[in-house]
Structure formats: C-alpha cells, structure tokens
C-alpha cells in the first residue's frame, strides 16, 4: 500500500509539472530572486512557470529519478556537474551566475561573542549547520570545518542538522541557536532583519560556492527552457539577483 502511494505522488506530481508552460527545479535558498525572475518571465513571455524548490540534493534526485525539469537551479556547481556527467543537462546551457558565500549568522547582539569559526567550538555553544546530505550550505559547512581541523571540535554543538538553509535563518532569528552557517545573501530576507548579525569568515578560510543554471536534456519545454536560461542569466536577470544580495560570477 505504501509502494502504492508512491507511485501515486509521483504520478500526480509529473502531471502538475506537464500543466504548466516551463518547470525549474531550485535550490530553496534561491527562492526569494527566483520567484521575481519567474513573475517576470511569465509577464515578458504570457506563461506559467512552475518552480519546485527543495534542497540541492533533493532536486537533484528528483532529476535522477526522471521527474519532468526544464531547468534546474541548484545552490552549487558540483551538483550541475555531476548532472552533466550523467547527461541529465546540455553542457553549452550551463552558466555560471552568481556567487553562494558562507557567513556566520549569530541573533541580534551576538549573545555567545561568536568572533569565527573557532568559537563554534567554545563549550556550550548551540550551533546548526545544515544537513552535509542534503542543502549545499550542509555539505559546504562540514568541509569548511574539516578544513579548518573543526569539525570534530564543533560536532558536540551541533543542536540541529537542518534540511534547508532557510531553516537555519529561521533558528537563528528566533534564538534557538547561538549560531548558524548560511548563505550571506539570506541577510536580506525580511525573515532576519533586525535579528540577527553577521560574522564574516576569511576567504582563506571560507568556501565560496558558484550557483549555475543549465536546460535538461530531457526538457519537456525546450524553446522556453532556452529562454528561462538565457533570462535569468542575462543584465536584466542580474538586476534581481543583486537585489537579493547575490554577486554576479565574472563571466
């Protein structure tokens, strides 16, 4: 019965994708420029466009598992590449758009005095990073902290392995955690304002990711997939991302 309900979701969720015009898997700590470039697109184009947002390894499964993408968006390149490995994406689609840098978001006056990465380890510290199996922020963050010979240190800490990097802005803005790993760009979101703070990590200790887009292979809408990549990738597309607090990638 359960196998039955599976099959069932699957069905009923490629049937939703098909409705629409155009349909993007994102990275869900993109969703605040994604949705402007979508609202925008469908304006410029007449279309619905459906996005799907998940963590970057869930909507890589999803593509792995055949379900109907034209375009997929996730929070790093590595996913992008094993993609085009597997031949799930057209290589000369990729683009390199923006850039995912890691801060420390710590509440409103910084009540533990979290000055790096090494206090992370300070005893009593509550700290949430995110799952290293799931969002790119969680598998960027336990790298960073190995790296850095951290990661063993800061493990006892650890309260929350959160499944999206949005959860972790949300920890961090109730008080839940003394500190979070999360993509600088979330610091614009209403979500945060005025409750939370920004550490800053050195480059020569940070990880600094790229967010890429490409068209599937196997892209139900191909022409509008085309145009999607183009768009979001384009001087206009750009506009939104900077608003967001994203940096455009040197092209």
């Known amino acids: 019965m359960k196998r039955f309900f599976v099959l069932l979701t ?14 993007v898997y994102s990275g869900a700590g993109l969703i605040k ?8 697109f469908e304006s410029l184009q007449g279309i619905s466009v459906e996005v799907h947002y998940g963590s970057s390894g869930e909507i890589f499964s999803q593509v792995a598992a055949g379900q109907p993408c034209d375009v997929l ?21 990729i683009r390199k758009l923006v850039l ?6 710590v509440p409103k006056g910084n009540p533990a ?4 990465l090494e206090d992370l380890a300070k005893p009593g510290v509550r700290v949430s990073i995110g799952d290293p199996k799931a969002p790119a922020i969680g598998r960027v963050s336990k790298k960073m902290l190995t790296d850095n010979g951290l990661w063993e240190k800061v493990t006892p800490n650890i309260r929350v392995l959160a499944p999206t990097v949005n959860q972790l802005l949300i920890y961090v803005a109730l008080g ?8 600088e760009d979330l610091v614009t ?10 550490v800053r990590i050195p480059v020569e200790k940070n990880i600094i990711m790229t967010i890429p887009t490409a068209v599937c292979t196997q892209a139900p809408h191909q022409d509008l997939a085309y145009k999607f990549n183009d768009y979001i990738s384009s001087e206009q597309g750009m506009q939104v991302w900077l608003k967001w607090g994203f940096t455009p990638c040197a092209q």
């Open 189 to 198: 979101w209403a979500e945060g304002k005025g409750k939370l703070e920004v």
């Open 10 to 23: 699957l069905v009923l969720l490629s049937t939703t994708c098909l409705a629409a015009d155009l349909v």
């Open 33 to 40: 420029p994604m949705e402007e470039l979508r609202a925008n």
């Open 100 to 105: 995912h840098v890691p801060v420390i978001a």
């Open 176 to 183: 839940q955690v003394d500190a979070a790993i999360i993509w």
């Open 73 to 93: 968006i996730p929070g790093a390149e590595k996913y992008t590449q094993d993609a085009l490995k597997n031949g799930w994406v057209v290589e000369s689609t």
């Open 113 to 116: 005095h979290i000055t790096g």
